[in-house]
């Protein structure tokens, strides 16, 4: 059989990067006992989550006594915070372990031996290369695995085999989603990370790269080692410590020319982060280019889907630059972004660069252009020393695919943000009309409307009662009816168990 000749049947084409929240409800009394068997499930996947080096709030185990009413609606509160803790950290909520914790349906495959089946079918037809040892989890990504490996007469040198699925912005035809992946050993530039070997079919690509002893920039900025679990290199650093001025001037501008490369090729990238950048010796190399060909959605997506400006995959580019500029300077990733302040920074010319792509101002008016970052003071006057001239020729028939498959994702892009927008306006909308201050406004103007109908009841009853008299001499008068207070919506509360 050759190298992955048949796609896998039931392909789910997820979006990983899309956020999952949970929201526990009610408990369930099971053999006696309450949230036993439900907790031994937050238990065991606190203890996978350990290698994270976090501390995170798993309420304590109770043994006796959890049957109290107390006691539950303690524990509920408890596991809420827990999992509130888990689905807000970046890099945690994206890992596997917490994806198929809270939604099992949809992450119940093993991409490990997917992954497997799909190299151990290459090697069939490839037979000078040996699989060393599998990296487990180096990355963040569910769908894509890694593998340290060695050519057969070359035994000392090592390299990497990247295996991923397909994402949900594939957009390019299987014939030239095949021909570009097999394009990108041809790809030459001083600041793009060498492909050894490339391939693919309808279903998956599957890459191999020299192995790099000194890891990526992320690794430097976190003085991690490369083969470590991505939860353990990156989640808790020991020390955060920035970069040196010149590091960032000089490793900025690299970037820098490295995507004003990829742009004026038509070539759509969108998936910079610390880790996808490799160092040798001072130079950056950029990563993973087929990320965007095999359609996986980007490392910091749930940042910029929610601004409406960050809205093609140049300003994508552009933000997830301020995004690694910030980690360079501060060792660490924004707490949230927008940012409101930046702390102290090297040179006044770091923040100014940071405002231009991670302010409220920025985020909201739309990014500059890497042309217009380049000429900025921070990287304006860097000298880059490099003989190597660029070389990445695109047939002009892929460069229409590409530019139609990055006008796909755009698009795709540019709905989510309108749906998260509708949502956010909506949910604004709900929380002011629940708020206290709008209630007490309703309980006045329901108060008035009271008043005015019980004086026009008494004025018509009045009326009525005049009339009585002068026409019947006397006469009973009905009692006066009090209005009733206007009845509030009844809500409907289901209880699942969990």
């Known amino acids: 059989m050759a190298f992955m000749e048949k796609p896998p049947a039931g392909k789910v084409l997820l979006d990983d990067t899309v956020p999952l929240t949970a929201a526990i409800e009610a408990s369930q009394s099971l053999q006696s006992h309450t949230i036993v068997r439900r907790y031994s499930d937050f238990d065991l996947l606190n203890n996978s989550l350990q290698i994270a080096g976090l501390s995170l709030p798993l309420p304590p185990k109770k043994l006796i006594g959890n049957m109290d009413r107390e006691f539950i609606a303690e524990r509920q509160k408890g596991l809420q915070n827990y999992l509130n803790v888990i689905t807000t950290n970046h890099i945690l909520s994206n890992c596997e372990l917490v994806k198929k914790f809270l939604d099992p349906n949809n992450y119940s495959a093993n991409y490990t031996e997917i992954a497997l089946q799909q190299v151990s079918m290459f090697f069939r037809s490839e037979p000078k290369w040996e699989v060393v040892e599998p990296l487990k989890d180096i990355g963040w990504r569910i769908r894509k695995k890694y593998f340290l490996m060695k050519i057969k007469n070359q035994p000392k040198e090592r390299l990497v085999l990247s295996w991923a699925d397909l994402g949900p912005d594939k957009y390019l035809s299987d014939k030239d989603f095949q021909c570009l992946i097999k394009l990108l050993p ?51 650093p020991k020390k955060i410590q920035g970069l040196e001025l010149q590091q960032i ?95 102290p920074a090297p040179s006044m010319a770091v923040v ?62 540019i709905e989510e943000q309108k749906q998260i ?65 206007p009845t509030p919506p009844s809500t409907a509360v289901e209880h699942a168990p969990y």
């Open 249 to 343: 001037k000089t490793y900025g501008r690299q970037i820098l020319e490295v995507l004003k490369f990829l742009h004026d090729k038509g070539f759509p990238y969108g998936h910079l982060h610390a880790s996808n950048v490799m160092l040798d010796g001072d130079t950056c190399r950029l990563l993973d280019l087929e990320n965007s060909l095999l359609g996986l959605p980007s490392f910091y997506r749930s940042y910029f889907s929610q601004f409406r400006k960050i809205n093609t995959l140049e300003s994508v580019d552009v933000h997830c630059f301020g995004h690694l500029l910030y980690e360079m300077t501060y060792g660490r990733p924004p707490d949230s972004v927008p940012v409101d302040s930046f702390p």
């Open 352 to 413: 100014a660069v940071l405002e231009s792509t991670l302010s409220c101002e920025a985020c909201k008016n739309g990014m500059p252009t890497v042309s217009r970052l380049l000429q900025m003071p921070l990287f304006s006057d860097v000298l880059l020393t490099t003989s190597e001239k660029p070389q990445f020729k695109i047939p002009t028939k892929l460069k229409e695919a590409l530019r139609i498959a990055k006008e796909c994702i755009e698009k795709r892009l």
């Open 186 to 236: 041809s790809c030459l530039h001083p600041y793009i990370y060498r492909v050894t070997f490339a391939t693919a079919n309808e279903s998956s690509a599957l890459l191999i790269r020299m192995f790099n002893e000194k890891g990526t920039l992320k690794d430097l900025i976190y003085k991690s080692k490369p083969k470590d679990p991505f939860l353990k290199k990156y989640c808790n």
């Open 421 to 485: 927008h509708q949502h956010r306006r909506l949910t604004r909308a709900q929380s002011h009309h629940g708020s206290e201050e709008e209630r007490k406004k309703r309980k006045i103007l329901a108060r008035k409307k009271s008043k005015r109908s019980a004086i026009e009841n008494s004025e018509e009853h009045s009326a009525k009662y005049s009339n009585s008299n002068n026409s019947a001499g006397s006469g009973a008068s009905s009692p006066l009816t009090s209005p009733s207070s």
